[in-house]
């Protein structure tokens, strides 16, 4: 039998076949914080600050809106990314994972269906069209009510997105530091508004793609550090993964109650993947901020 991980007693964990018991990390107290830890948040903070204010010394109404259509293609990527891939998302899908299944990872089936019809259908529309706004189309396809009709419904679909957002990331700052909740919702918030207000859509795309390689670090250190603390391989995860059932990868079967069932996730968010990166005006800014049609389609 291949060594795994199992319960031994509430707050032990140990190996089969071996007499090692690996106990959890202790939390720390509330109050407390590593002087390096607060040092990383302190010069990140300053850091997009800063970003902002170097983007906003010589801003125009093109500069602000749409990085005076500058922008390469690993910047424009990345930064649709890093938007529409939130503090939400993060804590979402590796919970989805370690509590039920990987079903979920049906998701990238579903967006990589959806990726071509937004680079060949999309973004020709809006490029050949120079429109500012996903909103401004329909308004030349429609009539000036559609317009105002969409981007309203954006806005109040935005304000609710940013607000659970910035919650979900504020917990987990507020977990780490004791410092208060509501305080740490402001402090994101202003600095968030201030970066924004200075710097325009350069400033916010660059802090994009910083807060990718965030994102991106953090992935690669946990997978490192749950393999040190266990002393599992990738191989022995995956096999003592899979072990815990079947239709861990997909399942087809036609059920309207069946939690992350593979039809669900592709056609449902092949849609909203669809709505998201076709037709929502943060990544379309994006898109409109690069340096040609083809940029925005790689």
Request: charged residues 10%; glycine residues 8%.
């Amino acid at each position: 039998m291949i060594p795994r991980t199992i319960s031994a007693r509430p707050g032990k964990f140990t190996r089969l076949g071996t007499n090692r018991v690996i106990a959890p990390p202790r939390a720390s107290p509330r109050s407390s914080m590593h002087p390096f830890d607060l040092a990383t948040i302190v010069v990140y903070l300053l850091s997009i600050i800063g970003l902002g204010m170097l983007f906003g010394r010589h801003q125009s109404r093109q500069e602000f809106f749409n990085a005076s259509g500058s922008m390469g293609w690993l910047a424009v990527g990345l930064s649709v990314m890093a938007t529409l891939f939130s503090s939400n998302s993060f804590v979402f899908y590796p919970a989805a994972v370690f509590g039920d299944n990987l079903r979920i990872a049906m998701t990238l089936v579903a967006l990589s269906l959806m990726t071509p019809v937004v680079m060949y259908v999309f973004i020709p529309v809006y490029t050949r069209l120079r429109v500012a706004t996903a909103y401004e189309y329909l308004e030349k396809r429609f009539h000036l009510s559609i317009r105002l009709l969409a981007s309203g419904l954006f806005i109040l679909l935005r304000i609710g997105w940013m607000a659970s957002a910035t919650y979900a990331a504020a917990v987990v700052v507020s977990s780490a530091t004791g410092w208060p909740l509501v305080s740490v919702i402001i402090g994101i918030g202003a600095v968030s508004v201030f970066y924004t207000m200075f710097g325009g859509l350069r400033a916010v795309m660059w802090t994009d793609v910083i807060q990718f390689g965030v994102f991106a670090a953090t992935i690669v250190a946990t997978l490192v550090l749950v393999m040190s603390t266990t002393g599992l391989s990738l191989p022995e995860m995956s096999r003592t993964y899979f072990e815990r059932g079947d239709h861990l990868l997909v399942d087809f079967a036609p059920s309207m109650t069946l939690k992350y069932g593979s039809w669900a996730i592709v056609l449902g968010l092949f849609l909203e993947g669809l709505s998201a990166f076709g037709a929502d005006q943060v990544a379309v800014q994006r898109y409109l901020s690069a340096t040609s049609e083809k940029t925005s389609q790689r």
